[in-house]
């Protein structure tokens, strides 16, 4: 596929995980779908760069986190341990982070460990689709502060994290163009 991608002139290429990297200290969350491990993407990342082709991580670290949370070592960082209805019908399952410090300290982790197999200075964070945000543990906050004032906040929070780690973040638009009040306050 990298061929192929270098063949046509494409130049970057991102690897899109919920819970397909082999982080560490987290195997439950990937035993049963055959993960990459920070070698093969080392060795993917290098196979890239000699193709002219930049391999971007793109972790999810906001909603898109079903696999983590059902296990039973995550649910208490589910914005809805047992779902909720969303814009898709309702969900059984939880879907997204709570935007709290123990949520931040887990991204942490994760960044810690996959970051460095990287060798592009950019960083894919997902952050869309955040259907559960507002709905479950943080709903008092929401409907004090709004459901875009808690994306925000968090999403600067994870902006500075990707920051201190020297890469420039990227992020899905699909939820702060609810909120265009907001975008103004995005980090340059």
């Not at 969350?29 to 000699?50: G, K, N």
């Not at 994306?151 to 265009?180: C, N, S």
């Amino acid at each position: 596929l990298v061929d192929l991608l270098a063949s046509w002139k494409i130049n970057q290429i991102q690897l899109y995980f919920e819970n397909a990297f082999a982080y560490q200290q987290h195997a439950a969350v990937w035993q049963e779908v055959s993960p990459f491990t920070a070698a093969e993407i080392v060795e993917l990342d290098r196979y890239c760069l000699d193709r002219f082709i930049e391999l971007v991580p793109n972790q999810n670290s906001f909603g898109h986190l079903t696999n983590w949370l059902v296990h039973p070592d995550y649910t208490h960082l589910a914005e809805a341990p047992d779902g909720c209805e969303t814009v898709w019908g309702p969900r059984k399952t939880p879907f997204g982070l709570q935007p709290t410090e123990e949520s931040l300290n887990f991204l942490r982790g994760l960044y810690d460990e996959l970051l460095p197999n990287f060798s592009s200075r950019q960083f894919n964070v997902g952050l869309d689709e955040t259907v559960d945000l507002g709905k479950g543990r943080s709903k008092q906050l929401a409907e004090e502060r709004g459901v875009g004032r808690l994306y925000l906040d968090f999403l600067r929070k994870i902006h500075r994290e990707v920051r201190a780690r020297g890469r420039t973040m990227q992020f899905w638009g699909d939820i702060i163009t609810h909120y265009p009040e907001l975008v103004h306050e995005l980090p340059r």
